[in-house]
């Protein structure tokens, strides 16, 4: 089964007096929608606007995995484990937030910065906050986030080329930028697919459009984790 979310039909949040926009995928704060709570592993989707100096000032997380992948600009982000960091895009940033943890995530510099931010929920709740980001990572080179049990595929298809999608019982693909064709679908920036029961749809594929892509898929198992 596949299902195509679009843009355009997220839910609008954050504070543009503040210099900040957000687009959220899921049931968030405000927006709540008991048939959209999660998919997979996973519970947010958020893509974020920042205006420079803008941003999200100490605020606190727990018992979820947060995966940030910035597309423009650098951001800034501080927490209460002591970590200081600047991420560009290239870069996966991953904050385990455990029994909990504070952090501060600010665009300090003189261009808009654009990221997505993906939260998922954990196998086994508490433990210790683990921080960590992988520099300029590569097509070819999957981020396992064993804490969630899933798996992120970063591609950048050349346009006209073809993309697997990861056999396996959840898998969500968010279109960063350009163009894509899925099955037959046209999905464009900041749309979404939430696939089920891939095993069964041998030789899916993503064809890039008449430029190049970028993508974010996660390959997750179908069932909701405990409490979710």
């Given at each position: 089964?596949?299902?195509v979310r679009?843009s355009?039909?997220?839910y609008r949040g954050?504070d543009?007096a503040?210099?900040?926009?957000t687009l959220h995928a899921?049931?968030?704060g405000?927006h709540?929608?008991p048939?959209n709570?999660?998919f997979?592993?996973?519970?947010?989707?958020?893509e974020?606007?920042?205006?420079?100096g803008a941003?999200?000032?100490?605020?606190?997380?727990s018992?979820t995995?947060?995966v940030?992948?910035v597309?423009?600009g650098?951001?800034?982000?501080r927490?209460s484990?002591?970590?200081?960091?600047?991420?560009?895009?290239g870069d996966v940033?991953?904050?385990?937030?455990?029994?909990?943890?504070?952090?501060?995530e600010r665009?300090?510099g003189?261009?808009?910065l654009?990221?997505?931010q993906m939260?998922?929920a954990?196998?086994a709740?508490?433990?210790d906050?683990v921080?960590?980001?992988v520099?300029?990572?590569?097509?070819a080179t999957?981020y396992?986030l064993?804490?969630?049990?899933?798996?992120?595929h970063?591609?950048r298809?050349?346009?006209?080329?073809?993309?697997?999608?990861?056999?396996a019982g959840?898998?969500?693909?968010q279109?960063?930028?350009g163009?894509?064709l899925?099955?037959?679908t046209?999905?464009?920036?900041g749309?979404?697919a939430?696939?089920?029961g891939t095993?069964?749809?041998?030789g899916l594929?993503?064809?890039?459009g008449?430029?190049a892509?970028?993508l974010?898929?996660?390959?997750?198992?179908?069932?909701?984790r405990p409490?979710?």
């Open positions: 089964m596949i299902d679009r355009a039909d997220r954050g543009p503040a210099g900040i926009e899921f049931s968030f405000p709540y929608d048939d709570l999660r997979g592993a996973l519970i947010a989707c958020n974020e606007r920042l205006a420079p941003g999200f000032e100490e605020h606190a997380h018992h995995e947060i940030t992948w597309t423009e650098e951001l800034t982000h927490d484990a002591g970590h200081a960091t600047v991420v560009r895009p940033q991953r904050l385990g937030s455990g029994a909990g943890v504070r952090h501060v665009n300090d003189d261009v808009p654009v990221f997505v939260w998922l954990p196998l709740p508490g433990g906050p921080y960590e980001v520099r300029g990572i590569a097509d999957p396992a064993a804490a969630a049990g899933a798996i992120l970063i591609r298809p050349a346009a006209g080329e073809r993309t697997a999608v990861p056999a959840a898998v969500h693909i279109v960063v930028r163009e894509v899925l099955d037959g046209e999905l464009g920036p749309d979404a939430r696939i089920t095993e069964g749809l041998e594929e993503l064809v890039a008449r430029a892509a970028e974010l898929i996660w390959e997750m198992p179908a069932a909701p409490g979710g």
